[in-house]
């Protein structure tokens, strides 16, 4: 006891707290870097990188929100991202009900095959996606992506709600059915339902997921009017390559919805990620 | 299949219910599992099929399927070439700098965090954050932070008479390359580590603690060997995303300065898409997909065989 007494004082977190706020510096440096550099001019910045601005200059900020690539960019992102999840989580919905509450030969050998998908670097299918989307005539196609995205998000979505409607308990089921629903009403009205929590876990994920992604639109994608906020971010970083400040503010506003969707469903990305991992 | 529910036998079946009525059943079955099936097959796992199937040929992409077969000469290419070399090498360097400093790295900071400490919900919330960020955005930001005449670094560094070219110079990109990838992914190995910890029973280490183990000692002889299974899982995740690295790479050097920087990604991307060598750069999609496989199942087999047994913890129960 004694022991345990001598170090729970309050003086013995402060070496704690000092890592910790170094960490912290090495995270947030960069992004108050960008935040500040937004509000001065490119060459104030060379000159003055740490400092508050002289005058804050808002002319950064305000021309790309008065541009409408911008906001374009990000309904692109936005359309994109919801449909890819609404498709992907409902597909995987469909599946995971069928692998967790029925029982058939070959039930295994289909859900392996899912589950091996999470191994397949996305990167080995690039080349013939895209020899098969233009195929299909889905180049410049919003569709393109967005199914893309979802074939691609089904395993770890099909895992995540197959485990949890496994654990409705089958009495559920049975009263369900006694009550008179088929499988879908069963599926419908009360799985569903059940399943919210698990629902916007995989729906955050799929979000965030699309949101980032850049390989497949950066391949899909050569007319501007139907780019992404990744594909805006580096085409703006080559147009403006001198004017550094400006490219900070792009940054910046670019990180606004990531960082409030962030603040909005932290407990369900965090968990949705840890579980994922760990199921993986 | 969908024709079997307007089918006269469905309706004249006597069970109680589709769910037990056997045709019924397998309709259900079908009709649910269908549109998974399609769009998985479709997009998945038909592409990587004709990725093989491509890396026999000399193709641009045009015309239908190839046609012009020279069996494995694309790997012979390959494998020949010096870049396919420095791909292995860029992979191998970046693994081991994630196991041997930013793994242990995320550990040592999750430990802390898992310590009664005044605000570490928002330390947490903080180191998480990087994570959420686009490689995009990650990249342009550093490719400005890093840069060698007017970036923020060189003028922290110029301050103590230091500077450093960070990308610009072949001798300094990877460890460039990997300051950057551990400022955006520490924060999710520590999640993990984080959440692996919290299924530890805290008796355990109270128990060491009550005998008279130093913290140390608790951590090596309790903490570090029930996390083993989550560590596992980590250190996995590290190296099947570092085999199919390229958003960052991409962004941040395209590969450069002359090839220093590339990836395996990057080098298919490259030959598919600038030089229209479908054939040949599907020979080093296939590389990357048997690179992938044969790692997860020699690691599964040898290295987390034990978390699936999960003889001594519930921690493989889990799973």
């Known amino acids: ?280 | 299949m969908t024709t079997l529910t307007r089918g006269p036998e469905a309706v004249r079946l006597p069970a109680p219910s589709p769910a037990t009525r056997p045709r019924g059943r397998w309709v259900t079955i079908a009709l649910f599992l269908l549109p998974a099936l399609v769009l998985f097959v479709l997009l998945v796992v038909a592409p990587i099929l004709v990725a093989f199937y491509a890396s026999a040929f000399k193709w641009n992409g045009f015309g239908g399927l190839p046609t012009d077969f020279i069996g494995l000469d694309n790997f012979t290419r390959l494998f020949g070439t010096e870049i396919f070399g420095q791909d292995l090498w860029h992979l191998a360097v970046l693994v081991l700098l994630s196991v041997v400093i930013q793994l242990p790295f995320s550990l040592a900071i999750a430990m802390l965090l898992n310590q009664r400490i005044r605000g570490r919900a928002l330390y947490r919330v903080v180191f998480f954050a990087p994570y959420v960020l686009s490689e995009v955005i990650t990249g342009v930001l550093f490719s400005l932070i890093l840069s060698p005449q007017s970036g923020m670094a060189n003028q922290i560094l110029s301050v103590f008479g230091l500077d450093s070219e960070w990308l610009a110079n072949p001798d300094t990109v990877m460890p460039s390359l990997f300051l950057v990838m551990t400022w955006k992914y520490f924060g999710f190995h520590m999640m993990i580590y984080l959440a692996g910890r919290q299924n530890i029973p805290n008796e355990l280490v109270e128990a060491a603690q009550i005998d008279g183990a130093t913290s140390w000692k608790t951590f090596r002889h309790i903490t570090l060997p029930l996390l083993g299974p989550t560590i596992r899982i980590s250190v996995f995740l590290s190296v099947i995303y570092t085999i199919q690295l390229f958003d960052l790479v991409w962004i941040l050097t395209q590969g450069g300065p002359s090839h220093s920087s590339e990836t395996m990604a990057v080098t298919m991307m490259d030959w598919g898409f600038k030089r229209s060598q479908v054939g040949y750069a599907s020979a080093i999609s296939v590389v990357m997909f048997l690179l992938s496989l044969v790692f997860a199942l020699v690691y599964q087999r040898f290295v987390m065989r034990r978390d699936l047994e999960g003889a001594t913890t519930s921690m493989g129960e889990r799973r």
């Open chain 1, 1 to 280: 006891m004694i022991h345990r007494r001598r170090r729970t004082p309050r003086s013995s977190t402060l070496p704690l707290h000092a890592i910790a706020w170094v960490v912290g510096a090495f995270v947030l440096i960069p992004v108050v870097y960008a935040l500040i550099g937004g509000f001065k001019t490119t060459s104030e910045l060379s000159g003055n990188p740490f400092g508050l601005p002289r005058t804050w200059e808002t002319d950064n900020y305000t021309d790309v929100l008065g541009s409408g690539t911008f906001w374009l960019q990000l309904w692109n992102s936005t359309f994109i991202a919801v449909v890819t999840t609404v498709l992907t989580v409902g597909v995987s919905a469909l599946a995971g009900f069928v692998f967790a509450r029925f029982a058939f030969r070959g039930r295994e050998l289909f859900f392996t095959m899912f589950t091996a998908g999470l191994m397949f670097p996305f990167a080995v299918a690039i080349l013939p996606i895209f020899v098969l989307l233009r195929t299909f005539g889905l180049l410049d196609n919003p569709l393109g992506v967005i199914l893309t995205q979802a074939a691609f998000g089904l395993p770890l979505t099909i895992i995540i709600l197959r485990g949890f409607f496994r654990s409705i308990p089958g009495e559920v089921e049975e009263a369900a059915i006694i009550d008179g629903c088929g499988p879908f009403g069963f599926f419908w009205r009360i799985l569903l339902p059940m399943a919210r929590p698990a629902i916007a876990t995989v729906s955050v994920l799929a979000i965030v997921g699309s949101w980032n992604n850049f390989m497949l639109p950066l391949v899909v994608f050569s007319e501007e009017s139907s780019w992404t906020l990744p594909l805006g971010i580096q085409q703006f970083q080559g147009q403006y390559a001198s004017d550094t400040a400006r490219i900070l503010a792009y940054l910046v506003l670019a990180m606004v919805p990531a960082l409030g969707f962030y603040a909005i469903a932290e407990r369900h990305l965090v968990g949705g990620l840890t579980a994922g991992a760990t199921k993986g």
